[in-house]
């Protein structure tokens, strides 16, 4: 053992002469001049121990001197201080240099619940049973994650991808918010886009809600489970385990008090056997003695079911029903406490709410049937209220970056087609330019170009043809090529941007037809129906015939028309008796039923403006009926003019110019605002028409801030009225001036 502690005694002094003769590289770096701390501990620690040789000094101890831990020669000026904010510690500072920070991601994100309201009339929060139904309707999302950094098209696509299977585009329904038990849209400044960080801010700690602006058809009996039904009650209810013999027993039935035993005939207490007078456990027979004594009966002994009483099927489903419905209604005490709740609510909806199952669904019915009254009552006071220019003023594009479109005169219509087939948003502002003319947007050029549009529409010589009619009467023409391209959609798009953009409407409609806009159901649109209506001559000619139907010519007209009323769908052989009938079956096929499917298709490219024509039907006609608005008369223009410097020679001469024909109104309409009727939304910015002179013999117009010069270099109202024709008839179209 001791030679082996020589040993490594000799092995270690030799190992620390070799390091003293090595050269200090890292030092020598980091100290060009003088000696090094730890040369100096390794020098005074040889030096003392060759010095004493005689001091006997162990292994152990001359490790532990040579290689100390921690090195109490070298104090580091590193101390572990605590990071901010936390109470640990970190092993070194950094020479308290402030490291770059973190990069800011450019990514927000956060987690929120999503529920989509499939009515445009839904108009309470839904808790318990109504969240349930949304529930398992797959209309409630929850935890989706939301970047805060989405603009509102964006966030419109997102929320569009989770309910792509009810919403058709992104632009097919509004953001709604919750306050209090209500659901109200929201009022955004003006120029406030709705985009995911305000929907953020105006949904709070709640879900987000958007709100469909159609109704959605969604199949009840597969789209959710009735919660008021029997399978889905709960089953721990107390009420539940009464039996429902003890509801049999009559109060007739039941013994009187005079059956009854009195107390004097009841045995007293001393008469009964004491504890030690009864038998024993051991004194009790063994069960195997109990069955051995009394076995039971065999099969064959007992009845068969011919010999048990008799009960029908009918009597124990009907006593079963009259037991659950027991079960599902309230108790007396419960109704008492709801009659207590709700003192001043009508008895009806107590009684009704007191057939629920638990106290929470009664008092949910009271609280869910009482807001939907009030705000259906509220809603009914306010389309009262309200007129035409209020409602569409709600459906006015925001202000913000516009769609521009660029279109040529002559291809007007197939240039339009190209923006309006694609996802079109009815909230931006659409800029138009035509080409080769020098006109700048501000609401003229759009004006104008929504005139002629959907004049172009209407066009029998139009290079797609979508419309036929007869007398200033159009319905959609059956064209499936159209109709496989989506353009019956484009076409209502076209339509409904025009009426929400500041363009004229489109009274061109039979009044059957709008009235389907409102209601599908044949039954309901034959007393709206007529054979004016109906643009087919085919059509026309059998109607006629049918119409001037005799004993005699029978037999003709039936040969006639007969391929037509098959195709109408009419059943029963062609009479005298029955021809008026034949004649309802002609028109409503020829009306409605022959081009449903492309009726419903530009009804689906109304959008938003859709909802509003089935709140508002009879406010709307105007804008869809032929003959429900008059051309604008001359009292119409002068209501919105405003003389600017214009001398008593001139206003004469415009006043005559106009009074003299109201066909003028129009053309001057057209000539000085872009479009030849007022729009159902009226002028905007400016609202007025400014009426000026130039010293000129021809007037000249400026479409975008409405103004018209007319020409004071004329002396007679002859040729005031002649320069004008000609300038109205010549430029009515177009940016130029003559």
């Known amino acids: ?383 009262e209220k309200s007129t035409l220019k209020d409602i569409l003023e709600k459906l006015r594009p925001l202000p913000g970056a516009p769609t521009r479109l660029t279109v040529n005169r002559s291809s007007i219509l197939t240039d339009s087609i190209s923006i309006f087939k694609q996802k079109f948003d009815f909230t931006k502002p659409l800029k138009i330019t035509f080409e080769g003319e020098p006109a700048i947007d501000g609401g003229g050029p759009k004006r104008e170009f929504f005139t002629i549009l959907l004049r172009e529409l209407l066009s029998s010589s139009a290079s797609i043809r979508l419309f036929e009619g007869r007398d200033n009467i159009f319905l959609p023409m059956h064209n499936t090529d159209a109709l496989r391209s989506n353009l019956y959609k484009v076409a209502g798009r076209m339509v409904a941007s025009s009426i929400m953009q500041g363009g004229p409407g489109f009274p061109n409609f039979p009044i059957g037809l709008y009235k389907y806009f409102q209601k599908q159901e044949p039954n309901d649109l034959i007393d709206y129906i007529g054979k004016e209506d109906v643009v087919d001559v085919d059509c026309l000619d059998a109607l006629s015939k049918l119409d001037g139907m005799t004993e005699d010519n029978k037999n003709a007209v039936i040969m006639d028309v007969q391929p037509l009323l098959v195709e109408s769908g009419f059943p029963h052989s062609l009479s005298l008796e029955n021809r008026f009938q034949a004649m309802t079956s002609l028109v409503l096929h020829a009306v409605i039923l022959s081009r449903k499917a492309e009726v419903d298709q530009f009804m689906e490219g109304l959008g938003p403006l859709l909802q509003r024509i089935k709140n508002h039907p009879e406010k709307f006609e105007p804008l869809f009926v032929d003959g429900a608005c008059e051309p604008p008369l001359s009292e119409d223009l002068f209501s919105i003019v405003d003389y600017d410097d214009v001398d008593e020679r001139m206003k004469e001469y415009f006043t005559r110019y106009v009074r003299e024909a109201e066909s003028r109104v129009p053309g001057v309409l057209m000539f000085t605002t872009g479009t030849n009727c007022i729009p159902p939304m009226g002028f905007y910015k400016p609202s007025l028409i400014t009426i000026l002179q130039n010293s000129s013999v021809f007037p000249n117009a400026n479409t975008c801030p409405m103004e018209l010069e007319l020409p004071s270099g004329v002396d007679t109202y002859e040729k005031f009225e002649r320069n004008m024709d000609i300038a109205i008839n010549f430029q009515k179209e177009g940016f130029g001036i003559i």
């Open 1 to 383: 053992m001791e030679e082996n502690q020589n040993q490594i005694t000799d092995i270690v002094r030799r190992i620390v002469s070799s390091m003293q003769s090595l050269p200090d590289t890292q030092t020598n770096l980091t100290r060009p001049s003088g000696t090094s701390t730890n040369d100096r501990v390794i020098n005074n620690s040889v030096n003392s121990i060759s010095g004493d040789q005689e001091r006997s000094i162990s292994v152990e101890q001359e490790i532990n001197q040579r290689f100390q831990i921690p090195r109490r020669s070298e104090v580091s000026v590193r101390r572990p201080t605590p990071r901010s904010g936390s109470g640990r510690f970190v092993p070194y500072s950094t020479n308290n240099k402030k490291g770059k920070g973190k990069a800011k991601s450019s990514v927000e994100l956060v987690i929120k619940d999503v529920c989509l309201l499939p009515d445009p009339q839904y108009c309470t929060v839904p808790r318990r049973q109504m969240k349930e139904d949304l529930v398992m309707r797959n209309l409630y999302v929850d935890a989706w994650t939301l970047d805060k950094l989405w603009c509102e098209e964006r966030l419109r696509n997102e929320l569009h991808n989770i309910f792509k299977e009810y919403i058709s585009d992104p632009t097919d329904f509004e953001f709604v918010k919750s306050i209090g038990r209500r659901i109200v849209p929201l009022k955004l400044p003006q120029g406030q886009e709705a985009s995911a960080k305000v929907i953020k801010h105006t949904s709070g700690t709640g879900p987000i809600y958007i709100r469909s602006l159609s109704k959605l058809e969604i199949d009840e009996d597969d789209a959710f489970i009735d919660l008021e039904s029997d399978t889905c009650k709960s089953t721990n209810d107390i009420r539940t385990y009464v039996s429902p013999s003890a509801s049999k027993w009559s109060s007739s039935q039941l013994p009187s008090t005079s059956q009854l035993p009195s107390t004097s005939q009841l045995p007293s207490t001393s008469q009964l056997p004491s504890t030690s007078q009864l038998p024993s456990t051991s004194q009790l027979p063994s069960t195997s003695q109990l069955l051995s004594t009394s076995p039971l009966p065999s099969t064959s002994q007992l009845p068969s079911t011919s010999q048990l009483p008799s009960t029908s099927t009918c009597e124990i489903l009907s006593t079963s029903q009259e037991t659950l419905l027991m079960c599902s209604q309230l108790c007396d005490y419960e109704k008492q406490h709801l009659m207590e709740m709700f003192p001043t609510y009508p008895q009806n909806i107590l009684n009704e709410a007191s057939k629920r199952s638990t106290i929470d669904l009664a008092c949910d019915y009271v609280m869910d049937f009482w807001c939907g009254s009030e705000d259906e009552t509220r809603s009914n006071e306010d389309e």
